[in-house]
């Protein structure tokens, strides 16, 4: 009955999201209530689950996600993105631009949401195709490819970080593997795939597009890249000082005990924005009042996001509270079917259902986690990029990325699901071959 129980919800789940269009924070409170009182839990300790839940998962992840939000946003508007962009393409030369664009929002994409780093780097490849006549997805592919691979599976973005938190997980290993298994799914679903799809489907810009972003900005002094580029990785680097410490030192160690405080997500974020205010925001002449301006707009847009994860936290609540997610982790225990494998399976049938990538990762979670209490030998580490993973499988209709992808590469919905939908199946699944892999020695 337990495991009937948790069925019916994830269909109540995809049914109301997908058939009804019920807002999928609703959704997610909806089936943690429906769980809780199937279960047979007292209807007091379902609402106290669900505030539990929602609580102490936004205590964190709330922090983090307007820190994370914050640093972006000075990236944006100093110019940072753009100069790492151009740096690269110097590098790589012109022939090689698709790569560069890909390692461009790879390092782009770690403080920003896929949408905003979509957004923010879109008018390059537009200048770049139209400057060297080159196959606009031959160089918007690896683009997205890179976005969505950190967007996905590493932290500090949001989803992951929650899944972090839920797991258990250490930060800085769950970086350090995340990099292991994202940059060579997205070579091989960015430049290698973008250079052969981009030579069987044909587009353009859109005049109208054209006019808006790809006229260059002359007038506009762009930050150093060097320093642009710390301000951006400054939270990973402090993250994996943490990590080493933990590794090198003893636990009562004066300085690991430090290491840890500053490399934890939230000091570690917090320290970059500040730093981000004069590195990309007073040195590159923008006053106070500006900087002001800029964290209060950017904060808007995240109230939904934080909502999903929430209520994701919630409905996790609700499976352990009930005894649901006991009963599932013994089932699972005794199969043959590896956790990770798992995750990313739950999680891959729920994006394909729902279309949203955090709310299959934050249901996948609360799932396979009471499964992998049971089983010590499991990294929680991998189980957070099995997640991730699963989560970008198959974009399609219902996905809102899957629309701006269409609109912005002037493409029909046909051609959309021959290049977005298929790169990130690609990503999803050469991902998970290497979390496999990985398993084996972790």
């Known amino acids: 009955m337990p495991l009937v129980i948790t069925l019916l919800a994830i269909i109540i789940l995809l049914i109301l999201i997908t058939r009804f269009k019920v807002n999928p924070f609703i959704t997610l409170l909806i089936v943690s209530g429906f769980v809780g009182i199937a279960s047979g839990m007292p209807l007091d300790k379902i609402v106290d689950s669900i505030k539990e839940g929602m609580g102490g998962t936004l205590g964190f992840i709330a922090i ?33 631009v698709h790569w560069a664009m890909m390692f461009v929002a790879f390092i782009v994409g770690v403080p920003v949401f896929f949408q905003v780093g979509f957004v923010l780097l879109i008018p390059l490849v537009f200048t770049i195709a139209r400057q060297t006549g080159m196959s606009l997805l031959k160089i918007g592919i690896p683009l997205i490819a890179g976005l969505s691979i950190v967007h996905g599976i590493v932290p500090p973005h949001p989803a992951a970080m929650a899944a972090v938190d839920i797991f258990h997980a250490d930060v800085g290993k769950t970086i350090f593997y995340s990099i292991l298994v994202a940059l060579p799914s997205a070579i091989v679903a960015g430049p290698l795939y973008g250079s052969w799809i981009g030579k069987r489907i044909k587009t353009s810009i859109s005049s ?10 002359q007038d506009r002094e762009l930050p150093g890249f060097g320093v642009t580029v710390f301000t951006i990785l400054l939270p990973v680097i402090l ?31 917090l320290i970059a924005t500040v730093i981000s205010f004069w590195t990309l925001g007073f040195a590159r002449g923008f006053t106070k009042d500006d900087i002001l301006k800029f964290t209060n707009d ?26 649901v997610g006991d009963y599932i982790a013994d089932l699972a225990t005794a199969s043959a079917i590896s956790p990770i494998f798992l995750g990313w399976l739950i999680a891959a049938l729920i994006r394909v259902a729902t279309g949203s990538a955090t709310v299959s990762m934050m249901t996948a979670a609360g799932i396979v ?11 929680p580490e991998l189980l957070v990029l099995a997640t991730g993973a699963g989560s970008l499988i198959l974009s399609h209709v219902n996905d809102s990325g899957f629309w701006l992808i269409k609109e912005y590469f002037n493409m029909s919905v046909q051609d959309t ?4 939908t298929v790169m990130e199946t690609i990503l999803s699944v050469t991902a998970i071959i290497l979390i496999m892999g990985l398993s084996l020695f972790v």
């Open 298 to 323: 950017c904060l808007a847009p995240t109230a939904t996001i934080l909502l999903v994860i929430g209520a994701g936290g919630a409905f996790n609540k609700v499976l352990l509270n009930s005894g």
């Open 369 to 379: 986690a009471p499964i992998a209490q049971q089983m010590p030998g499991t990294s």
């Open 208 to 217: 109208e597009l054209a006019a808006q972003l790809a006229e260059p900005k």
């Open 64 to 96: 983090v996600l307007a820190l994370g939000t914050m640093l972006g946003k000075m990236m944006a508007e100093s110019g940072g993105a753009e100069r790492i962009a151009r740096t690269l393409i110097n590098l790589f030369g012109e022939k090689n």
């Open 239 to 269: 993250m994996l000082g943490a990590t080493i410490a933990d590794i090198t030192l003893p636990k009562e160690h004066a300085v690991r005990v430090w290491a840890d405080f500053i490399g934890s997500p939230i000091t570690s974020l």
């Open 417 to 420: 699901l021959k290049s977005w």
